[in-house]
């Protein structure tokens, strides 16, 4: 395997885990959850004015109780996939407003169509591997956006889901969805099918909602990712070593409330920093700084030894080449330090707009990436001595055996999105761009791919639980899925 990229020194991540100690007792965090505050209470923190003061020894007593290893399943149970450790997997980000639309090329507001679409091309490309509820469609009622996008997912792809609710109540619904499809709550428990993100508020606050989400999260032990996600220079210091103490503080107290609530609760370490432009009043998340942190953060997590998570996604308003570029950076750099879940494939607008095109564009980037972490094989067959002294000086190796066995697991094979054709032949078929060849390639796959099914009576039961949420929130059925 190829060697990994560090941004941080042994010596620098106990300065980082130090002075995040420090931060948690003074000046602490904000906690607006009255259940929470009443668990860090009994666990003995000081508490004022509804700031909490942790101590180093909670601290790492929670930290010991977090899974190293969180296991996550396809919809129909038949893969396990291990999310700790150096495994990767990459998904679409999510809750974009926006989408660009595929016949037009126009961006505007997502619709459930869009994620629909979406969601079947995701899963025909095998190098993402996980789900995401992508975008929030703006043609469905709001009171129920957070849980119409998961059902959206779980009727159209068997791929593990990264999701998050919009309320308390869409949680606890969105949570009975998923046991509807696997068979109930102790099925669920089992086998988790999705990870919801819980995201604290910079800097160094607790709201109301997300702690609630996080604690019944831990109560069902349905898998969780903490994801702070500060301006750096506007809700966080501007300095990246100061970003990271203040969202591993962040980071940190999560873990603690939610291993107060229930000890063993699975939690994926996230960092999902943006930089605030000075110039334009903004926040970017294709700066490379904010990568550096992502990153780095990562590189703390896998400290502690926690599944880790991250973004990869582009400024950019257009699929173009500064679109490919920020996310392309993103991907390879995020790969290299080994995060687990890697979110961003399809993403523009600072994590606001998603587009098919662009999805199956970045598709190719992650499976290059995989193969460059697959790294140089060195061994008595690859080193290939003995075919080199058979073809001498002057030949040439395409009909040789070694040549035949090795091809297809040593040089990566692109689709074609990607042109490795001749000037010549590239011309005979229409000069086209990599954005033509990656609509043709979405054209190719709306046309043809069939998402595996629902069983009958997990579609069934999912249809009874979903008509049972819309009748109690007296909303009509959207009729799209």
């Given amino acids: 395997m190829t060697g990994r990229l560090r941004l941080l020194t042994r010596d620098e991540i106990e300065e980082i885990h130090s ?14 959850n009255q259940e929470a505050l009443r668990l860090l209470r009994e666990a003995g923190c000081e508490i004022e004015g509804g700031v909490v003061r942790i101590d180093e020894e909670l601290v ?6 977090a899974p190293r290893v969180i296991d996550i399943y396809t919809r129909d149970g038949e893969r396990h996939m291990p999310v700790g450790g150096d495994h990767i997997y990459f998904s679409p980000a999510s809750t974009a407003l926006y989408f660009i639309d595929h016949e037009t090329g126009e961006m505007r507001k997502a619709k459930a169509r869009d994620l629909v679409d979406l969601v079947r091309v995701a899963d025909a490309l095998d190098s993402i591997e996980m789900l995401s509820t992508a975008a929030v469609p703006s043609d469905v009622p709001q009171e129920i956006a957070d849980l119409y996008r998961l059902y959206i997912v779980l009727r159209n792809s068997v791929k593990p889901v990264i999701t998050g609710a919009f309320s308390k109540e869409g949680l606890l619904d969105m949570i009975r969805m998923l046991e509807a499809v696997v068979g109930g709550p102790e099925e669920l428990m089992r086998r988790p099918i999705a990870l919801f993100d819980c995201c604290p508020r910079s800097p160094l606050t607790w709201g109301d909602l997300s702690t609630q989400n996080l604690l019944d999260c831990a109560e069902r032990m349905v898998p969780v990712e903490i994801d702070p996600a500060p301006n750096i220079g506007a809700t966080s210091p501007v300095t990246l070593a100061g970003a990271l103490v203040q969202m591993n503080a962040e980071l940190l107290s999560g873990y603690v409330i939610s291993q107060l609530k229930r000890a063993g609760a699975p939690v994926v370490y996230g960092f999902v920093p943006f930089v605030f432009d000075m110039r334009y009043g903004i926040n970017r998340i294709g700066a490379v700084e904010a990568m550096m942190v992502a990153c780095a953060g990562a590189e703390l997590g896998k400290h502690y030894g926690l599944p880790t998570h991250t973004v990869a996604v582009s400024d950019s308003k257009a699929v173009d080449a500064q679109s490919l570029l920020e996310t392309t950076m993103g991907l390879t750099l995020m790969a290299l330090v080994r995060v687990n879940n890697i979110s961003g494939p399809g993403m523009l607008m600072f994590d606001n707009c998603q587009s098919l095109e662009k999805l199956v564009i970045d598709a190719e980037a992650c499976r290059m990436l995989l193969r460059l972490l697959r790294g140089v094989r060195v061994d008595e067959e690859a080193l290939a001595v003995d075919v080199i002294r058979k073809v ?23 689709s074609e999105v990607l042109c490795r054709l001749s000037l010549d032949a590239w011309r005979k078929e229409g000069a086209k761009t990599v954005l033509e060849r990656a609509r043709e390639r979405v054209d190719e796959i709306l046309g043809v791919h069939q998402p595996k099914p629902l069983p009958k009576e997990a579609e069934e039961a999912l249809e009874e639980r979903m008509k049972a949420i819309l009748k109690r929130r007296g909303i009509p059925h959207p009729g799209v899925g």
């Avoid at 790492?60 to 109780?65: A, H, P, S």
């Avoid at 055996?401 to 692109?414: A, N, Y």
């Fill in 19 to 32: 002075a995040t100690l420090w931060i948690l007792r003074d000046p602490g965090i904000a906690v607006e």
């Fill in 392 to 414: 001498g000086p002057g030949g040439h190796f395409l009909g040789e055996k070694h040549t035949r066995l090795h091809h297809l697991e040593e040089v990566w094979m692109p």
């Fill in 60 to 65: 790492e007593e929670c930290l010991e109780k």
